[in-house]
């Protein structure tokens, strides 16, 4: 994958201060790579390189996030910015009923298929749409249609192969008005690439009915081509948006970002089949995890990131500002929050401040095992003792250590590591949260 790749290129960077442009090439030339295998435009790819390329030479390298991972990390930010971001891609319905979307694309894009998935997805939001064949050329295409209405309990306009589309159009617009419909779904003819007589039938389409959505239907599976296709329907028609369909095979769908750069023009679905209940809402980041084929490095890092609560951090940091001190209720919160996230080994290394805290004690990391001992042994302790470890003489100790199960070697073990981990924490504290979290979020 492309963490394990970039983990390699960053293998020899360690120990050094910031990243320079040349320890970060070889990175790039991996990602770039990567974009191409999933089917990004080259052109997208290029600019996108150079984005990530001024965004990581001169970051600083943290000790305990790898290198590979920041960048993944910045790599895999760009790109759901490139998405989109957290936009909203949700259908534009805000126009007097019944509102016309229409959709359009080349012949076995899945133009027919996202018309009933469109359809469930909107009867399920409780609305009442009207199906209308318009692609009068393909032979059963209207019967098609049908079929999917049928299926759906969703009823489909009785178009006529002998009628011209844009008639169908006029008639199902009216028909709609008069019988209370919310929503029309307009699915047209396409053909093998684009053709000036068909975009000449879809712009006469397109000005008769002024549709809310002209959604342009894209087969994952075609790659790169479908950004030429789609630059030459969004030229000519203007789209609003994208379904991206077939995700569900081999395609990696770096055709929806290359789309989405080149036209401006949001992805809004993703088919994942082709049954009808088969098409997803577009998330950026799902896409984006796809694409790089590293969903597990960055649950990893979101995981971090959420677990490691910042308002404890903070919590913390105001603390040591009034009273200098780190004391024994502060470390077993710390180490709760690294148990959270699950595996220690893991996780250690990419919580900044945590794992290089660890590293500098005595021992390297605790086991899972030791981390409940520690845990007893605090827990067996008295609040007092807690807020000042300097009380805690013999007797407290063999008390402490009966308690907890352990032996006084044990708690010793444990006072002398948290000693270590008081002057840590006191370098630490000059960074500030916003240093300590700045390391995680890369
Ligand atoms: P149209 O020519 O653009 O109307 O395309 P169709 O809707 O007729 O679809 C062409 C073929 O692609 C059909 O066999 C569909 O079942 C299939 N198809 C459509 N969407 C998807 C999808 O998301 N995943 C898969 N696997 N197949 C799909
Ligand atoms: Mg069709």
Redesign the pocket.
């Known amino acids: 994958t492309l963490s394990d790749k970039l983990d390699l290129v960053f293998k020899k960077l360690r120990g050094q201060g910031v990243m320079t442009e040349d320890n970060v090439k070889d990175a790039l030339r991996e990602v770039r790579l990567a974009l191409l295998e999933a089917d990004v435009n080259f052109k997208v790819v290029k600019d996108f390189v150079e984005k990530v390329r001024s965004r990581a030479v001169g970051t600083e390298v943290l000790q305990s996030l790898a290198p590979g991972q920041q960048v993944i990390k910045i790599v895999h930010d760009e790109l759901v910015l490139l998405m989109g971001g957290s936009e909203d891609n949700s259908l534009d319905l805000a126009a007097k009923p019944p509102v016309a979307i229409m959709l359009v ?10 018309c009933g998935k469109l359809a469930k997805h909107l009867k399920g939001q409780r609305k009442k749409p009207l199906l209308v064949p318009a ?1 009068v050329y ?1 032979p059963a ?1 209207i019967e ?1 249609l049908k079929v999917l209405g049928r299926q759906l309990d969703i009823e489909v306009f009785n178009s006529l192969a002998t009628q011209k589309p844009l008639d169908i159009c006029r008639e199902a617009h009216r028909y709609a008005t008069l019988n209370g419909f919310d929503v029309i779904i307009f ?1 047209t003819a ?1 053909r093998h690439q684009i053709d000036d007589y068909l975009m000449e039938e879809l712009e006469g389409i397109r000005d008769e009915l002024a549709p809310r959505e002209i959604l342009f ?1 894209a087969d994952a599976m075609t790659g790169q081509e479908a950004v030429n296709v789609a630059q030459g329907f969004n030229e000519r028609l203007g789209i609003t948006g994208v379904i991206l ?5 081999d395609a990696k769908g770096g055709a929806a970002l290359s789309i989405k750069a080149v036209t401006g023009k949001p992805v809004k679905f993703v ?4 049954k009808l209940d ?1 098409l997803d809402v577009f998330h950026a980041d799902r896409l984006v995890s796809r694409i790089l084929g590293m969903g597990d490095v960055l649950t990893l890092i979101e995981k971090a990131q959420a677990t490691f609560d910042e308002k404890e951090t903070e919590r913390l940091q105001q603390k040591m500002k009034k009273s200098g001190q780190f004391d024994l209720e502060d470390f077993r919160n710390q180490l709760q929050q690294i148990k959270k996230m699950g595996s220690l080994e893991s996780i250690m290394n990419l919580i900044p401040g945590m794992g290089k805290a660890m590293k500098q004690m005595q021992g390297a990391q605790p086991s899972e095992k030791e981390l409940k001992r520690i845990e007893a042994i605090i827990d067996s302790m008295t609040p007092k003792e807690r807020a000042n470890h300097t009380i805690i003489n013999g007797s407290r100790r063999l008390r402490i250590a009966k308690g907890s199960g352990t032996s006084i070697q044990e708690v010793n073990q444990l006072l002398k590591r948290f000693t270590e981990a008081q002057k840590v924490v006191k370098q630490l504290q000059k960074m500030g949260p916003k240093g300590l979290m700045k390391g995680m979020k890369g």
């Open positions: 694309g080349l012949q076995g894009a899945g133009k027919t298929t996202s692609d393909r295409a098609q699915d396409g239907v369909t077939k995700l569900d095979g088919g994942l089949g082709e088969a």
